[in-house]
C-alpha cells in the first residue's frame, strides 16, 4: 500500500506528483471549503491531510516542513476538541460583514451608518423594515443614495451627489 501512495499519479512541471500529494492536497482543498462554510468536517480533514503531508515531507527529507505539519495537525486537533466543547457558547462575537449568507446565521444585527448605530435587529427584520439596510445588504441603490453618472460625476469631484440628479 505504501509503495501504491508513494507512486507518481502524474507529472507536474516536470516533477512526479504522488498519489499520497494528490490525496493530501484534495483533503486539504476540502478542509477550506468547509471552513469557509463553517462545516464541522473541516477539522477532521485539517488533521488527515497534514498528517498526510508529514509522509509527503518526511520521504522528501524535508523534516522541518514535516514537524510543521504535526504542529498543524495538533493545532487542528485542540480546535475541534475546542469546538465541540461549544467554547464560543455564552461570549460576544464581532463579525463584520455585509454578506446575507453570514447576516442571518448571527443573533443580533447592528447597522452602522458613518460609524454610528442606526438599527439593530435580527437580519430579517432588518431587512423589512430598513430600506438603507436592504441597499447595502442586496448592494441594490436606495432611494437615497445617487445612482448613475451624478453619482460618478460628484464622486470624481469630490462632492455629494444630489438625490434625484
Keep these: 500500500m505504501t509503495e501504491l501512495l508513494s507512486a507518481p499519479a502524474f507529472m507536474l512541471w516536470g516533477s512526479p506528483v504522488s498519489w499520497l500529494e494528490l490525496v493530501a492536497s484534495t483533503l486539504a482543498l476540502a478542509m477550506v471549503g468547509c471552513n469557509m462554510r463553517e462545516i464541522h468536517w473541516g477539522w477532521p480533514l485539517a488533521i488527515v491531510s497534514s498528517v498526510l503531508y508529514v509522509a509527503v515531507f518526511a520521504k522528501a527529507r524535508i523534516y522541518g516542513d514535516a514537524s510543521l505539519q504535526v504542529f498543524f495537525a495538533l ?25 446575507p449568507l453570514v447576516l442571518d446565521a448571527v443573533d ?24 438603507d439596510y436592504r441597499a447595502v ?9 445617487p445612482t448613475g453618472e451624478a453619482a460618478g460625476e460628484a464622486a470624481d469631484r469630490g462632492e455629494p451627489a444630489e438625490v434625484g440628479s
Design 75 to 99: 493545532v487542528a486537533l485542540w480546535g475541534w476538541a475546542q469546538w465541540l466543547r461549544g467554547h464560543r457558547a455564552g461570549r460576544t462575537t464581532v463579525v463584520v460583514s455585509s454578506s
Design 137 to 145: 445588504v442586496t448592494r441594490e441603490s436606495s432611494p437615497e443614495e
Design 108 to 131: 443580533e444585527v447592528a447597522f452602522l451608518r458613518d460609524g454610528r448605530v442606526v438599527a439593530t435587529g435580527t437580519h430579517a427584520s432588518l431587512l423589512e423594515s430598513r430600506p
